[in-house]
């Protein structure tokens, strides 16, 4: 899919509601379940064995960026939101992006020597989502806390969230996926339904990458 | 058979593959003949390790009275721990409402305001609590004259197959090698909650401000320095005793291997817990006609063997047998060891450090 360029100072993306997403189609991308049998804990294999978790069957991406700064834009159905976690039982909505930080780095969160970035948004902390590594299952590790502002809404049965950041966001090393108009990266998305206790490696997942050119 | 393979039937499986074990495992036993429900180690251990936000509920140590429903409500009916052919048992997270959580008091109306006439307590909801963390203190169970209850101090059991270690996706839980201590590390731990799930002892509360999930850490900095855990050290009952488990001239291998008389806690659930119990001894029941019945004792059986299972009955005669030996005035090691003559190098040898003096 084609980040288009814009002109975020007429046009703010910032607002998952904001017109400027209207001009723009979204692309659907499918969601399947995280695999069982990858699940990293025998307490979890045995408890989610009949693979009841990850139902949200896709996501509608869009993305836009003015040469300094990327916004993409995410919306699924979650019939019941949880935005808040009052008590120990309760989990909140989530969504992740992730991004190779090699041409090995495998889809699911990265591998030794080949690592991903992972941006990821949880409802009840909305305006910040946690920059993450990983390199394999079970090994993410937030390195950065400010770097990815984001706003979500629920309205309808559904969210809209819009995550934005720098195309550089810092100097280049190991932990940040870097942008450069002109150029195509890939991109994989997760979906965390709250309300089905999903956290960790309980959540619906895209199994195959998103192509994600940034127009020059 | 070698150790690990004792290990192996005794807990009934083994660890992906093999038995992993420490080098030594740290102990506590707790003789409940003593305990006298005073929640001096429960202070000890708030003021130590749980006075910092989002930590307010937490009671790492707890004393529950039994027969009851203790600490979080019903624990023992939630699952967890393991299956005998070693799968894992599904459970649930317990609710701050059923461990009790902390509640808010309104000093502001009634002593400033004036606005109201009576301290209420409230949950973290804002309503009027239906449990707390030791909401069924003496209660206990039968009917005068034969009632009773017994105090039942309740900690993280540091298990030999601890089931929080193996539910944690992140491997952010870990037993430490030289002494079997069971961590939580902080900074891997993501406050998923799959070992609240897992812990069939539901001894793992949940920081809503750290956001990570939280337990007794056996007081491991103290241990460091040759220090007893603060629970430990503060019992004015000096009821707990903490060793390893190999020290065969310390009392926690006189007590659970020599004299077999302290059992471990729900043993079934099948994780090996680290922390045991000497049951408690009770007087004989009364009859109608007001005569006590030396045939059936207060407490009974059957209740004390739904605890620590059948070795309990055997575990009550040993030690009325030493009890009326020494009562005859003839030597018994058991009853000298319990009796702890001299503190602290009988109750816990290897941490007798003065924590003051460090």
Redesign the interface.
Request: glycine letters at 10%.
């Given at each position: 899919m084609l980040a288009k360029r814009v002109d975020f100072q007429v046009e703010s993306p910032g607002d998952p509601g904001a017109r400027i997403w209207e001009r723009f189609p979204a692309r659907k991308v499918a969601l399947t379940p995280t695999p069982v049998g990858l699940?990293?804990?025998?307490?979890?294999l045995?408890?989610w064995r009949d693979g009841d978790f990850g139902r949200t069957s896709a996501v509608g991406l869009q993305a836009v960026h003015d040469g300094a700064e990327l916004a993409l834009r995410l919306e699924w159905e979650c019939e019941q939101p949880v935005a808040s976690?009052?008590?120990?039982?309760q989990f909140a909505d989530g969504a992740a992006l992730l991004f190779p930080l090699s041409e090995a780095s495998p889809l699911i969160m990265g591998a030794q020597g080949a690592p991903v970035n992972i941006w990821h948004w949880r409802a009840d902390r909305p305006t910040v989502a946690h920059n993450n590594v990983a390199d394999g299952?079970?090994?993410?590790?937030i390195t950065r806390s400010t770097l990815i502002t984001t706003r979500a809404a629920h309205a309808s049965g559904r969210w809209t969230l819009v995550f934005r950041r720098e195309l550089v966001a810092g100097p280049p090393d190991a932990e940040l996926a870097a942008f450069e108009p002109g150029r195509t990266y890939r991109v994989a998305l997760a979906v965390w339904c709250g309300a089905n206790a999903e956290?960790?490696?309980l959540k619906a997942f895209s199994p195959e990458w998103v192509e994600l050119s940034l127009e020059a | 058979m070698d150790d690990a393979k004792q290990e192996a039937a005794r807990i009934g499986r083994e660890i992906d593959g093999q038995i992993v074990r420490p080098k030594r495992q740290l102990a506590m036993v707790f003789d409940l003949n003593k305990c006298l429900g005073c929640h001096t180690c429960s202070i000890a251990c708030k003021t130590q390790w749980t006075r910092e936000e989002g930590m307010e509920g937490m009671w790492w140590n707890v004393v529950n009275t039994l027969p009851g429903e203790g600490t979080p409500k019903s624990w023992e009916t939630m699952g967890g721990g393991f299956e005998p052919d070693g799968?894992?048992r599904?459970s649930?997270?317990?609710?701050?409402?059923e461990?009790g959580d902390a509640w808010q008091f309104n000093q502001q109306e009634v002593l400033f305001e004036g606005s109201a006439s009576h301290l209420e307590p409230k949950n973290?909801?804002g309503e009027k609590p239906s449990w707390g963390p030791n909401w069924d203190e003496d209660q206990g169970a039968g009917e005068y004259p034969n009632s009773y209850f017994f105090y039942f101090p309740r900690l993280c059991n540091h298990c030999t197959h601890p089931?929080c270690l193996?539910?944690?996706?992140?491997?952010a839980i870990y037993k430490r090698e030289q002494d079997g201590i069971v961590l939580i590390d902080e900074q891997?731990c993501?406050g998923?909650?799959?070992c609240?799930?897992?812990c069939p002892y539901k001894r793992i509360y949940?920081n809503?401000v750290k956001l990570v999930s939280q337990k007794c850490i056996f007081c491991f900095p103290r241990i460091d320095e040759g220090v007893a855990p603060a629970c430990a050290r503060q019992c004015p009952g000096r009821l707990r005793f903490v060793g390893y488990l190999d020290d065969e001239n310390g009392p926690i291998h006189k007590l659970v291997h020599q004299w077999k008389v302290a059992l471990p806690l729900h043993e079934e659930f099948g994780t090996g817990p680290n922390i045991f119990y000497v049951p408690p001894l009770s007087p004989p029941r009364v009859t109608a006609t007001g005569k006590p019945d030396p045939s059936k004792p207060r407490i009974p059986i059957e209740y004390l063997q739904s605890l620590f299972g059948p070795r309990v009955e055997e575990a009550l005669r040993i030690l009325e047998t030493e009890r009326a030996k020494k009562a005859r005035g003839e030597a018994s090691e058991l009853m000298d060891t319990l009796i702890v003559y001299r503190w602290p190098d009988n109750i816990f040898p290897d941490l007798t450090k003065d924590p003051a003096t460090l």
């Open positions: 699940q990293n804990s025998k307490y979890i045995g408890k976690v009052d008590d120990n039982d299952i079970g090994t993410s590790r956290r960790a490696g | 799968r894992q599904p649930r997270i317990p609710g701050r409402e461990f973290f909801k089931a193996e539910a944690c996706p992140r491997g891997k993501k998923f909650r799959f609240m799930e897992a949940y809503h």
